[in-house]
């Protein structure tokens, strides 16, 4: 069965860091391309970060550029989304996927990250 677990959001402050993990079961990370997405309440869901089976890293949202990193441990079947600097525009619910758009057709079940002071 496949399946996305993310985990790691929680509540930060702003300026902080969190790092998210994606771990898969029933397929193996390296053979997909993998994106991280979020949905802040009451807009649609964003494209944040990518990562393709080559390792090359795309930026989906230019208001992450420099702060959020992605790489992924084939060895632990597992996906990272690193992200430093935090400011409260990156509240949302963060979800990986099977695919680096949002036609992917396997889904975590997402992690809240919420920036507050």
Not at 29 to 39: S, Y
Not at 58 to 74: I, M, Q, W
């Amino acid at each position: 069965q496949v399946q996305l677990v993310e985990s790691g959001g929680g509540l930060v402050q702003p300026g902080g860091s969190l790092r998210l993990s994606c771990v898969a079961s029933g397929f193996f990370l390296r053979q997909v391309d993998i994106g991280w997405f979020r949905q802040a309440p009451g807009k649609e869901r964003e494209g944040v970060i990518c990562i393709s089976t080559s390792g090359a890293t795309t930026n989906l949202a230019d208001s992450v550029k420099g702060r959020f990193a992605v790489s992924r441990d084939n060895d632990q079947n597992t996906v990272y989304l690193q992200m430093n600097n935090l400011n409260v525009a990156d509240t949302a619910v963060y979800y990986c996927a099977t695919d680096c758009t949002r036609h992917a057709y396997y889904w975590g079940q997402g992690t809240q990250v919420t920036v507050a002071s």
